[in-house]
């Protein structure tokens, strides 16, 4: 009579959990290789992905037509109709097709009369860069597509192909053996004998492993033999990276599982206070973990996803994603036609206990707001809109585990935010930062309202000279920080030789030019800046032309969209431009003082004073980080 195993304890599943994962670090390492972009769906990347190129590469025609000069465009009135001639006046463009200087403005093919001999007459005068999608407005060289640790969908596919990307650095897989085990199993197929069972659970687990991330190899069933198991475990631990062992768990007489393990390595945990589910086995033979499951198809299962799920996500760092509807407080208020049931890209982040979603681009081309997006906000047909601070349905395709352990960021934009939070997801698994850009000025507001944790702000009091605190204490009621960021050089952004001998501000009568959004801080020092030199804003050609962030504006003037922007050192390196600097500003986060202690926030507070950051800013150059991290309570 075989010998019963009487060791099966009841450990408490987190603490059967903390157990083998304390038991596995060191001994698993999540490791790299590269393959090709499009071999590349379901895997996670090992680093930031930044594009190689702009997408478009150039200011492309948005709608079929002729491309203008929008100045000789003036004065055109149904009244007055202006003739233009062909390849003096215009030249014919299709959607998609380059738009190159002299001509800045497209008109639709339907708002032309054609006269005959090339020449046409336009009824109404084009605004300068009308139905012209600029160099860059999806995806900027040197931006960061997708952080490390993201794991890649269809979109992010295409959104790497567009920024230049062929090939990637992603986790390697971990390599999974399954073996089934027991007498009485036969493989399908196989006619059945009584007493026979045809074995199905190594092909749920092929399946779950595929699912979270690793490369299973599912061997054919292993009779009840001693010596047989032992073989193909100390086989497989030499090839794999993972030993499954499925079925002989338990505690019967030809349970031979835990025996083997105890002969080959360490049992740490057999039997866990779960139903069904208990006798799982947690070993480590030859430093790889070996988990034996019980034979039952639920318990196999529940301990798969409680116990097989969480070391592979330590190869892998897969955390899965849930697709799931939520109820959350719209932040943005937004127009829809009545003809069309619209799908809003939504940010997602919870902030006070309460979900927040925040509307991203909108735009038919904008491919980065899907990679960005943590779901959808659905507005249906015959409805004109929603209101901001109404409840709305989100369709999410992220983790609510994700979500709630998400920073959530909205506020003026710098190059900084997408490494910290890049650096905050690779070295805390399982916290993340959302970065939204809507100025200082607008990141307050949202803060405000309750819809973030933390701004980003650079605003410059014009009374005090005190950059934030002075908004801050004006604003807010509650008890608020300041997190000291960087300090950094703002200036004029102009082309490679500066043809336009741009020395400072009052120099830009004479070129175009590219403002920042309404609300921006660049656009507010710059707004101070005209007002001490008693500039007319109305004087530069481009002041209400805008860019959302530092890098699209540089990219404009790189582009020759335009001969001068004002922005920060950093992006102009980023772009190859020259850079005129006008004086430090000081960038930093303005913080509730109740999120201080949110786990994401000390992830952040982290990274923010840590070298690894600091040498990534050596390298891009024009910061100061000396008080990184120092908070200051108003």
């Avoid at 996803?305 to 994603?321: D, Q, S």
């Avoid at 504006?553 to 005129?580: H, R, T």
Wanted: a negative charge.
């Amino acid at each position: 009579m075989g010998k019963r195993n009487l060791y099966l304890n009841n450990t408490p599943v987190e603490e059967a959990r903390i157990i083998y994962k304390n038991a596995l670090k060191g001994r698993i390492k999540m490791e790299c290789e590269e393959i090709s972009t499009e071999k590349s769906l379901g895997r996670m990347t090992k680093e930031a992905v930044f594009a190689v190129c702009s997408s478009p590469m150039f200011n492309a025609a948005a709608m079929d037509g002729i491309a203008v000069i929008a100045e000789r465009t003036k004065g055109a009135s149904e009244r007055e109709p202006l003739e233009l001639k062909k390849q003096e006046d215009y030249i014919i463009v299709d959607t998609g097709d380059p738009v190159k200087y002299p001509y800045d403005a497209v008109i639709m093919a339907e708002d032309v009369i054609e006269c005959g001999d090339g020449t046409v007459k336009i009824l109404e005068a084009a605004a300068p860069w009308q139905h012209i999608r600029p160099v860059g407005e999806d995806i900027v060289a040197g931006e960061m597509l997708l952080s490390g640790m993201h794991k890649i969908r269809p979109i992010d596919i295409g959104v790497l192909f567009s920024g230049g990307i062929t090939r990637i650095k992603v986790v390697k897989q971990p390599k999974v053996a399954i073996f089934p085990t027991g007498t009485e199993i036969i493989e399908p197929g196989t006619e059945p004998r009584e007493g026979d069972i045809l074995e199905s659970n190594s092909r749920m687990f092929e399946a779950m492993v595929v699912s979270y991330g690793g490369a299973a190899h599912r061997f054919s069933p292993i009779e009840d033999d001693y010596k047989k198991i032992k073989e193909a475990v100390l086989n497989a631990v030499d090839h794999f990276d993972m030993v499954l062992i499925n079925a002989g768990s338990s505690a019967g007489t030809e349970d031979y599982t835990v025996h083997i393990l105890r002969e080959l390595g360490e049992v740490l945990v057999h039997g866990v206070a779960i139903k069904p589910g208990k006798p799982v086995i947690l070993a480590v033979v030859k430093e790889k973990p070996v988990i034996g499951l019980p034979g039952y198809p639920v318990s196999a299962y529940i301990g798969f996803e409680n116990f097989v799920k969480p070391i592979l996500a330590m190869f892998t760092g897969e955390h899965g994603y849930e697709n799931n509807k939520e109820k959350a407080v719209l932040s943005k208020r937004l127009v829809s036609s009545l003809k069309h049931k619209e799908y809003i890209r939504v940010k997602v982040g919870e902030v006070d206990g309460r979900l927040v979603a925040s509307p991203l681009s909108r735009g038919a081309g904008a491919a980065m707001s899907l990679v960005r997006a943590d779901g959808f906000c659905v507005i249906d047909q015959n409805s004109e809109g929603v209101e901001a601070g109404e409840t709305v349905t989100v369709e999410l395709y992220r983790s609510l585990s994700e979500i709630r352990h998400t920073l959530v960021s909205i506020g003026s934009h710098d190059l900084i935010l997408d490494l910290i939070g890049d650096f905050m997801s690779c070295n805390d698994p399982g916290i993340y930062m959302s970065s939204t850009h809507v100025g200082s000025m607008g990141g307050l507001m949202a803060l405000k309202r309750g819809e973030a944790h933390m701004v980003p702000t650079h605003l410059l009091d014009e009374e005090s000279g005190v950059y934030n605190l002075p908004y801050l204490a004006r604003l807010f009621q509650e008890p608020m920080a300041v997190v000291k960021g960087v300090k950094r050089i703002q200036g004029l952004m102009v082309q490679k030789g500066n043809p336009f001998h741009i020395k400072g501000i009052e120099d830009l009568t004479k070129c175009r030019f590219v403002n920042r959004q309404r609300g921006a801080g660049t656009r507010v020092l710059f707004d101070y800046q005209l007002k001490r030199l008693n500039l007319d804003p109305s004087l530069i050609a481009g002041y209400d032309r805008e860019a959302s962030t530092h890098m699209a504006a540089a990219a404009l003037v790189a582009s020759n969209s335009a001969d001068a922007a004002m922005g920060i050192f950093s992006a102009a390196k980023a772009m190859d431009l020259e850079f005129l600097p006008l004086g430090e500003e000081e960038y930093d986060f303005a913080v509730p003082v109740k999120y201080l202690d949110l786990p994401q926030m000390r992830s952040f507070l982290r990274v923010l004073k840590s070298e690894e950051l600091h040498r990534r800013m050596d390298q891009i150059g024009g910061y100061q980080y000396d008080l990184a991290g120092e908070i200051w309570y108003l």
